[in-house]
Structures are given as C-alpha cells and as structure tokens.
C-alpha cells in the first residue's frame, strides 16, 4: 500500500471511529426506546439529479431542493412517533458540515449539532446503526444507492441487507421513490412503521 493509501485508511478509521463516538453520546445525552436514522442525499435532500447535470458534491448540497413530499413524510413520522429520536446519518466529507447544517436549517430540519453526522462512506454507517440500535428499536431511512452521476442509480445490497437485519425497521428506496411520485404514499408508509415497531 502506498503512503497516501495509509493516509487515507487512517483518515477513514478516524472518521469512522468519531462517528460512532457521536452515536454513542447522542443516545446517552437524549435516551429514547425508539431512533430515526435519516439519510440525506436522494432520501431527503434532491442531489441526485444535479450531479447527473454535472454539477459537483459540493455544489450539490447546498443547491439541492428537498426530494418530493419526504420532507411531509419526516413530519409524519414525527407526529406518528413523537417518543422518538431523530439522528441524520449521510455520507459526505466533513468539510461539507456547515453547508448541511445550514440546509437542514433552511429546510426546516434543524436537529442539534450532536445529532447530524457524517461519515467517510456509506459502509461505514453500519458501525453508527449498531450505535443507535443498542438500547431500543431503530428505524433507518435510506435509500442507500449510489452512481447518481450517472444514467442509472445502483443499489448498495450488502447494506440493504444489514440495515433490514439491524434496524426494527428500514425504509429503503421503494418506499421513498414511492413517496417522492405521490404524496398519498406518505401516511402508508409512516403507518406501515408504526405498525411494524408494535409487532417488533
């Protein structure tokens, strides 16, 4: 391995090591038998398409409208919810932080600082899910995918896969492409959660 390979496997470690450090102290700092992770980019936050046109990550965030009634989903949820915690989990460089807090607060999404994380990678939201899912149920809202720059999105199956397997519930990207093309989908759905915690 290369040195600046070295460098980077350290910066991932750290960063992923910090992450789960953030977990640990939001779900000490704000108990709750019930967690919502929140994704951002193509669950929340539109970037998608605005990379397809070329634009870059960085651009992206900032310039990015909500995606399509999942902003009316994150509010049913929290009414449907309203014991529960709220935790944002997105994989975006930590240079990007004051621009995502400032969208969220633009959005109407404002959580406190301890509760909007950002990691390395996608891969490294395991650690963080396995966090917030210690001491009660968890629900993850990912759309988990990835190649947005491209025709055609791809899906992160592995992490599919773990997220059903860790979470009491995972919403995934049906479900938010769903919501995004009609907003009669966004009480489904909620119910659909609410009703899978109770069963759980």
């Known amino acids: 391995m290369t040195v600046r390979g070295i460098a980077r496997s350290v910066r991932m470690r750290i ?4 992450a789960v450090r953030q977990a640990r102290a939001s779900r000490r700092q704000h108990p709750a038998n019930i967690r919502i992770c929140w ?15 070329g634009l870059q990550l960085h651009q992206a965030v900032v310039e990015a409208r ?7 989903f994150f509010d049913a949820m929290r009414l449907r919810i309203p014991e529960a915690e709220h935790f944002i989990l997105s994989a975006r460089p930590s240079a990007m932080r004051a621009d995502t807090l400032a969208w969220l607060e633009e959005h109407g999404l404002a959580l406190s600082g301890g509760a909007i994380c950002l990691v390395p990678s996608a891969e490294a939201k395991r650690r963080v899910w396995q966090q917030l899912a210690r001491d009660g149920q968890l629900v993850i809202v990912d759309d988990l995918s990835y190649g947005h720059e491209g025709e055609e999105a791809f899906i992160y199956d592995e992490l599919v896969a773990f997220a059903r397997r860790t979470a009491s519930v995972y919403i995934g990207l049906d479900d938010i492409a769903r919501i995004e093309a009609e907003a009669e989908a966004v009480e489904p759905v909620a119910e659909r959660a609410v009703e899978a915690l109770a069963r759980s």
Request: net charge negative; hydrophobic share 40%.
């Open 39 to 53: 994704d951002l980019d193509n669950t929340l936050v539109g970037s998608g398409h605005l990379l397809r046109e």
């Open 15 to 18: 960063g992923v090591w910090k």
């Open 66 to 72: 909500p995606v399509p009634n999942m902003l009316a």
